[in-house]
């Protein structure tokens, strides 16, 4: 194939040097000019029976060059996707997953944190090693290098904004949010935690924790639901 004038490979094209670029970088690029011109990287598999937890696609980081050897030149993180369930004309089922290791290979049992993402609505973040006290942690952090009082630190919100009937119905349902109750000093994290939900338009807080753990009620009543139960 012409270098100038471009071809056709009918077949296989293996680059045993790599693919090259400023850096070893590697751009993809739409030249097209007009409205939503965009690039597409397409992963596909030539299975032709996919079955429950087949991969379909699979990015995988690696520094194989690394001085250190042994665990240093293993893949250490993938990206893959992969079906959650037997392929059919009509299911195509399929998750995607993000994956870690400390110490082995990615995607040895037992080692490192997968983030998952299925197809019913689910994100999963998981710690896989099995030992004692491992657990995941999901952290909100604010990039503000001044926290003053009443600044938001972090907040959780959740909304139907594709609800039909609009107005209140696609307003904010609910939220959680971590408010500073003070200026932030190299002594002082004073914060307290809001809990609101909606009615009829945005929701606002309707219960608070306290930095000194007391809880206060914004709004409503305590109500014990249940007959025979009460404050202990």
Known sequence: VSATSGGTFSGRVDFTG??????????????????DSFPTFTFQTGDTDIASDDVLGRILFQAPDEGSGTDAVLASARIQAFSTGDFSSSRNSTGLEFRTVTSAAVGTA????SLTLLPDHQLNLKALPTVDATFPTFELQSGETTI??????GAISFKAPDESS?????????FITARASADFTASVN??????????????TTRMTIEPDGDVSIDAGNL??????KGID
């Open 110 to 113: 037992g080692d490192g944190t």
């Open 18 to 35: 790599g693919i090259g670029g400023s850096g070893g970088n590697l751009v993809l690029k739409n030249t097209d000019t007009a409205d």
């Open 190 to 203: 004073s914060t307290k935690l809001q809990f609101g939900v909606g009615s009829s338009g945005d929701a």
């Open 148 to 153: 003053e009082t009443n600044d938001i630190i």
């Open 223 to 228: 109500v014990i639901g249940t007959s025979g």
């Open 166 to 174: 609009g107005t209140d119905a696609i307003a904010q349902a609910a």
